[in-house]
């Protein structure tokens, strides 16, 4: 049973490592939390940020493990968390955050593999690795990445964020990209 | 050994000369891609440990044949599976491990050494591995992606490979404009084109 309703994904991630303060950020883009250590991770959740998100396969001191869902989402607030691993994505559903299962889309029998380990519950999402490739993804396959989902990886660009947009319900954009994107984003 | 530089040159001309490769997902497509104008054959997935038969129908055909260490059944990807891929008469070893491009080389075969493109924090320890492991030719995947992201790579000395959701003859012509010296597919309507 759900301990708290999951959040609505916003359209923009920032990726972030911590090191530059996340308040900074604009507050309708999120944050994507990753390869910083724990007490960075600590520290940004603390900061009182809302629509963070956590790469929870690269934080550096943190197990990809059950406790660790229950750490980020109990302790921490983090509202959506991004992991490899089925088992943990649906762990984190339970807890009340939106899960986002981490897909590598390499060609199309590994994603096609992927897409068959994807727990396909409610509240788990996908996100596909590298964003680009979203693009270059057979209808037929695109139809089967369960939904929510994030493009995340070598978005070179703003307009490449926003044309993968048109197929993604998110984008994951480099902090240089940031203002770029909170700039073209509507206001509330 | 000594065969080494002569297979690698023999290799790259004729990567150079039919840039579109074959990639080999089932033993249900061999014969068709035996049967098209490629000249490399990239084996991905079969039997490891029976590939003799194989090797030989595909030399037999006048091509050479580039086989997958990670991803072919029965093998581990160690010093000890890249003597028997050797033994087998293996032209060339695709693999993601670094560390076995040498052994692959000492065993007078092609050393291609795969990189897998995922995000920007992930790029420079990338190509720092790829630097370093000498390999002949590096395989970028996902291939399709190589025009958008081109620009964030960086300058490579030795020949570059794309593979992965390259569907159309225009898709390969951009990987192909965007610098890779050939590209590897399943699509077999392209394994007939002169993309050269």
């Given at each position: 049973m759900?301990?708290?309703?999951?959040p609505?994904?916003p359209?923009?991630?920032?990726a972030?490592?911590?090191?530059?303060?996340?308040?900074?950020?604009?507050p309708?883009?999120?944050?994507?939390?990753?390869?910083?250590?724990l007490?960075?991770?600590?520290?940004?959740?603390e900061?009182g940020?809302?629509?963070?998100?956590?790469?929870?396969?690269?934080?550096?001191?943190?197990?990809?493990?059950?406790?660790?869902?229950?750490?980020?989402?109990?302790?921490?607030?983090?509202?959506?968390?991004?992991?490899?691993?089925?088992?943990?994505?649906?762990?984190?559903?339970?807890?009340?955050?939106?899960?986002?299962?981490?897909?590598?889309a390499?060609?199309?029998?590994?994603?096609?593999?992927?897409?068959?380990?994807?727990?396909?519950a409610?509240?788990?999402?996908?996100?596909?690795?590298p964003?680009?490739?979203?693009a270059?993804?057979?209808?037929?396959?695109?139809?089967?990445?369960?939904?929510?989902?994030?493009?995340?990886?070598?978005?070179?660009?703003?307009?490449?964020?926003?044309?993968?947009?048109?197929?993604?319900?998110a984008?994951?954009?480099?902090?240089?990209?940031?203002?770029?994107?909170?700039?073209?984003?509507p206001?509330? | 050994?000594?065969?080494?530089?002569?297979a690698?040159?023999?290799f790259?001309?004729?990567?150079?000369?039919?840039?579109?490769?074959?990639?080999?997902?089932?033993?249900?497509?061999?014969?068709?891609?035996?049967?098209?104008?490629?000249?490399?054959l990239?084996?991905?997935?079969?039997?490891?440990?029976g590939?003799?038969?194989?090797?030989?129908?595909?030399?037999?055909?006048?091509?050479?044949?580039?086989?997958?260490?990670?991803?072919?059944?029965?093998?581990?990807a160690?010093?000890?599976?890249?003597?028997?891929?050797?033994?087998a008469?293996?032209?060339?070893?695709?693999?993601?491990?670094?560390?076995?491009?040498?052994?692959?080389?000492?065993?007078?075969?092609?050393?291609?050494?795969?990189l897998?493109?995922?995000?920007?924090?992930l790029?420079?320890?990338?190509?720092?591995?790829?630097s370093?492991?000498?390999?002949?030719?590096?395989?970028?995947?996902?291939?399709?992606?190589?025009?958008d992201?081109?620009?964030l790579?960086?300058?490579l000395?030795?020949?570059?490979?794309?593979?992965g959701?390259?569907?159309?003859?225009?898709?390969?012509?951009?990987?192909?404009?965007?610098g890779?010296?050939?590209?590897?597919?399943?699509?077999?309507?392209?394994?007939?084109?002169?993309?050269?």
């Amino acid at each position: 049973m759900a301990e708290r309703t999951a959040p609505a994904l916003p359209r923009v991630f920032v990726a972030s490592d911590g090191r530059d303060p996340v308040r900074l950020i604009d507050p309708r883009l999120g944050v994507l939390l990753r390869d910083l250590d724990l007490f960075a991770l600590q520290a940004a959740a603390e900061s009182g940020r809302r629509l963070l998100a956590v790469d929870l396969d690269s934080v550096e001191g943190l197990n990809a493990d059950s406790a660790a869902v229950a750490f980020v989402i109990r302790r921490l607030g983090i509202e959506f968390v991004v992991t490899r691993r089925p088992a943990l994505a649906s762990r984190a559903v339970q807890l009340g955050a939106l899960a986002l299962l981490h897909v590598f889309a390499f060609d199309s029998t590994g994603l096609g593999r992927s897409l068959d380990a994807h727990p396909r519950a409610a509240g788990v999402g996908t996100v596909i690795s590298p964003g680009p490739a979203l693009a270059h993804i057979s209808v037929e396959l695109r139809a089967r990445i369960p939904r929510p989902l994030a493009a995340y990886g070598l978005i070179g660009s703003p307009e490449r964020a926003l044309t993968l947009l048109r197929l993604a319900d998110a984008v994951v954009v480099p902090a240089e990209q940031g203002a770029a994107m909170a700039a073209r984003m509507p206001r509330r | 050994m000594a065969s080494r530089p002569a297979a690698a040159r023999e290799f790259m001309a004729r990567m150079a000369a039919s840039p579109c490769c074959a990639a080999i997902t089932s033993d249900q497509v061999i014969e068709a891609a035996i049967a098209s104008r490629v000249a490399i054959l990239f084996v991905l997935r079969t039997d490891g440990l029976g590939l003799e038969a194989l090797i030989d129908r595909i030399h037999g055909a006048g091509k050479l044949a580039a086989v997958h260490l990670d991803l072919v059944d029965g093998l581990r990807a160690d010093r000890t599976a890249v003597r028997w891929l050797a033994r087998a008469g293996v032209d060339a070893v695709i693999s993601s491990r670094g560390q076995l491009m040498q052994a692959v080389q000492r065993e007078g075969m092609v050393a291609i050494h795969r990189l897998l493109l995922v995000r920007h924090g992930l790029l420079e320890s990338g190509f720092a591995a790829v630097s370093r492991s000498g390999a002949d030719i590096v395989e970028v995947l996902p291939g399709a992606i190589l025009p958008d992201v081109r620009a964030l790579l960086p300058p490579l000395r030795v020949p570059l490979l794309a593979g992965g959701f390259i569907w159309t003859e225009e898709q390969a012509r951009a990987v192909l404009a965007a610098g890779a010296a050939a590209v590897t597919t399943s699509a077999q309507h392209l394994w007939n084109m002169d993309l050269g």
